[in-house]
Structure formats: structure tokens, C-alpha cells
């Protein structure tokens, strides 16, 4: 059976009115930008060299109320992510400080989480079923998702990297999702998908509008909600969360950079492997961009094949993905200059 022989004739419909709005978003905010007050002004830390539009995802994140409605998902579910694309969507306008934003994000992430434990969609811990062991449990996923949002804000920071990242990560879940009888999460997940290819043409391969926060932050929180809905223990989560595994490793790695340097985790930096790719080695964006997607769409195949072969060979793969990155990481940043970088 192919893959999309589980879509129903209205579920093609939604699909392609994603796709639609994921682009009509881009095209009214790239057009009405300074009206609506949304302008990125380059810094020296910007991978980008004149004021562009952002906030263009707001089409994505129109497209995933649509396709939330559609589907009947828990509206505590849906609500809760919304609110955190307004609140990004404010933070595209104006400064919001890092405390704010947290406390929105973990605040919606508990009532996602509330969402999913009532609809009984929650991944089984191999833990009893005792409140001490659930409240720190359920921080943990909350932790997970708030943390997934931000490392995919971080990781948009040249064009295309972000929505054609989206596009492979929620493609694949899509599928995994498909075979395993989750049909909500697999349209949901091709929404996000289409939405994100929609987007796509107005910010790859030139900007003429960036995602902003209201679909970065909107589509990490949503991978990991995905994520937690469709698996069914802890350890099949991390295979679907490993879908993301190069934006996850990218981070990691240069936070950890960050640390061991004095560099304040909330200051602007250029240290992710991407930046070093695109700005000191001089790739042109969308070859970084495409690479990314392309190594991302390969690891996918190789850790679903490993999963389905036994845990402890996904783990390896991973493991081994991780050591294959840092190798590189390193060795690109050493050639650049850009390792042990202290704060100023």
C-alpha cells in the first residue's frame, strides 16, 4: 500500500489548503511587513545583510488551527500551542525577555501535556504509576518540548534551513505515523509538512520573508508534541525525536560550547556548524540549507531501519551519528577559528 492511500478525499483538501496558506502568510507579511511592525534589522551577529520581513510563518500557523479543527484534536492541545505562536508572534514585534517567553512556553507545554495524559496519548514510562515519580516525569516531557521549540528557533538562522528541515522531519513522522494506524497525527503531521512547502518559495533560495518565531518556535513545540502523541513508550520516542537528530546535536554541541567558553546562553552568537558553513566558510545558504535536510532525510532512513532491527542498534546508530557530527563540528570550527571563542 502506498503511503498516501490512507488519505481520505477531504483529507487531501486540508492538505492543500496548508500548502495554500502556508504561502499566503509569507506572501501578506513579506508585503505589509512594516505596517505590521515586523522587520529584522541585521546585527553583526546576523547571517543576513538588509532588513527583511519576518514572521511569515504565520500561514503555518493558521494552517495547523485548520488542520487541528479538522482533525478534532484536544482543544487544550491545540489552544496551548496557538498561544505560544501568538506570544512568538509578539516577540517578532516587539522584545520579549527570555524569562517571559519560558514561562508561556512551559506554561502551555502542562496543558498540552494535561491534554494528551486525558486522552491517554502519553508515551509509557517503565515507572510505577505513583504521582512522585509522574510530576517529575511529565516535567521531563515538559522540559522535552519547551527545549525542542527553542533548539529549532536557534537552528533558523539562514534560508530554507528551518522549513525544509520541517518538511523531512514532519514528512517522516507523517509516515511512521501512517503505518502505525495514528491517521490524525500523519495529517496533521503532512500539514505541517505542505504548510512548510508553502512557505518555502518566499524564503528559499533568497529571503524575501523569514519564518520568525512564530513558526519556529511553533513547529519545534509541535515535532515534540507529535512526537509524544504517536509514540507508545519512552523508547520509541526517542527513535521519532531522533527524525530531528541534526538540529538537536547542533545545539547540544554548541551550547556546550557556549558553557565551557564563559558565553551566556542568551547572548547572540554565529557558533552553530551551519553559521560557520554559511558565513566563514562562504556557502551560499541554500546548499548549507539543502545539506542539512538532505544528511537529515538519510539519518532518518538509517535510524528507523536500525529501530526496527532492535533498540540497542538505533542506539549505536545514533551514537555514532553524534561522534560523526562533533568530528566534523570541530573540525570546520578549528579550520575557521571558531572553537574555544571567549565571551567579551
Do not use: C
Request: charged share 10%.
Amino acid at each position: 500500500m502506498s503511503f498516501f492511500a490512507f488519505l481520505r478525499g477531504e483529507d487531501l483538501l486540508i492538505l492543500l489548503t496548508a500548502l495554500a496558506l502556508g504561502g499566503a502568510g509569507a506572501w501578506a507579511v513579506s508585503r505589509f511587513a512594516y505596517k505590521l511592525g515586523v522587520i529584522d534589522i541585521p546585527t553583526g551577529r546576523s547571517s543576513h545583510s538588509k532588513p527583511t520581513p519576518k514572521g511569515g510563518a504565520v500561514g503555518i500557523a493558521l494552517a495547523f488551527v485548520v488542520l487541528a479543527v479538522y482533525l478534532g484534536l484536544p482543544p487544550l492541545f491545540w489552544l496551548s500551542v496557538l498561544a505560544v505562536a501568538a506570544v512568538s508572534f509578539w516577540g517578532d514585534r516587539t522584545p520579549l525577555s527570555p524569562l517571559f517567553r519560558l514561562v508561556v512556553q512551559f506554561g502551555a507545554a502542562f496543558v498540552a501535556l494535561g491534554a494528551f495524559w486525558n486522552a491517554d496519548l502519553l508515551p509509557v514510562a517503565p515507572l510505577p504509576a505513583t504521582w512522585v515519580v509522574l510530576l517529575p516525569y511529565l516535567a521531563f516531557l515538559a522540559v522535552f518540548v519547551v527545549g525542542t521549540a527553542n533548539f529549532y528557533n536557534f537552528m533558523d538562522g539562514i534560508n530554507g534551513l528551518a522549513a525544509l528541515t520541517a518538511i523531512v522531519a514532519f514528512g517522516t513522522l507523517a509516515i511512521y505515523s501512517a503505518r502505525n494506524g495514528a491517521h490524525g497525527w500523519a495529517v496533521l503531521s503532512l500539514g505541517m509538512a505542505f504548510a512548510s512547502l508553502g512557505f518555502l518559495p518566499f524564503n528559499f533560495p533568497r529571503a524575501k520573508v523569514f519564518m520568525g518565531d512564530v513558526g519556529s518556535i511553533l513547529l519545534g513545540f509541535l515535532f515534540a508534541s507529535v512526537v509524544l502523541a504517536v509514540a507508545s513508550s519512552v523508547w520509541e520516542a526517542a527513535l521519532l525525536a531522533s527524525f530531528l537528530f541534526l538540529f538537536y546535536i547542533d545545539e547540544i554541541s554548541t551550547m556546550w560550547e557556549r558553557i565551557k567558553d564563559g558565553w551566556g546562553l542568551t547572548k547572540p552568537h554565529r557558533r552553530h556548524l551551519y553559521q560557520v558553513l554559511a558565513n566563514e566558510a562562504g556557502f551560499p545558504h541554500w546548499v548549507v540549507s539543502v545539506g542539512y535536510a538532505a544528511v537529515q532525510l538519510v539519518l532518518n532512513l538509517v535510524f528507523w531501519a536500525a529501530w526496527e532491527r532492535g533498540f540497542w542498534l538505533f542506539l549505536l546508530a545514533v551514537l555514532m551519528a553524534a561522534v560523526a557530527f562533533v568530528l566534523v563540528e570541530r573540525k570546520v570550527k578549528a579550520h575557521y577559528g571558531m572553537l574555544s571563542v571567549q565571551a567579551g
